[in-house]
């Protein structure tokens, strides 16, 4: 088992974010998972992302708050614990577009299926 507390969690700058902190709370360390890693984003109001695409799938999970999801022009509101996959190279754009930070866990896999060494 390899145990993180979050009070150990460092942030991490995403490119193309905007009013967001990130904090890595699994990933990247020796003993951490394999195969991807784990991101808490909290968004302020007016905070977001893209638009952009990864070449590598991602999954959102509201923890708490509303994230605003568009995909080839269609939105959709997520609210708590709702969660939603983006294929690779998918085009989206995230906002929080309400006066609450919203609350996200972030899965991603490594850019090439394994943590870098």
């Given at each position: 088992?390899?145990?993180?507390?979050?009070?150990?969690?460092?942030?991490?700058?995403?490119?193309?974010?905007?009013?967001?902190?990130?904090?890595?709370?699994q990933g990247f360390e020796d003993g951490g998972p394999?195969?991807?890693?784990?991101?808490?984003?909290?968004?302020?109001?007016?905070?977001?992302?893209?638009?952009?695409?990864?070449?590598?799938?991602?999954?959102?999970?509201?923890?708490?708050?509303e994230m605003t999801v568009e995909v080839?022009?269609?939105?959709?509101?997520?609210?708590?614990?709702?969660?939603?996959?983006?294929?690779?190279?998918?085009?989206?754009?995230?906002?929080?577009?309400?006066?609450?930070?919203?609350?996200?866990?972030?899965?991603?896999?490594?850019?090439?299926?394994?943590?870098?060494?």
């Amino acid at each position: 088992m390899h145990l993180k507390r979050f009070a150990d969690a460092e942030t991490y700058d995403a490119p193309n974010h905007w009013g967001v902190t990130g904090l890595r709370l699994q990933g990247f360390e020796d003993g951490g998972p394999e195969n991807q890693w784990i991101g808490f984003s909290q968004f302020l109001p007016g905070g977001g992302a893209g638009p952009d695409s990864t070449p590598f799938e991602k999954v959102y999970v509201v923890l708490e708050g509303e994230m605003t999801v568009e995909v080839d022009g269609a939105e959709v509101v997520l609210t708590t614990l709702d969660s939603c996959t983006i294929p690779a190279g998918e085009v989206r754009r995230i906002e929080n577009k309400t006066n609450h930070i919203c609350k996200m866990l972030v899965v991603i896999p490594y850019p090439d299926g394994k943590r870098p060494e």
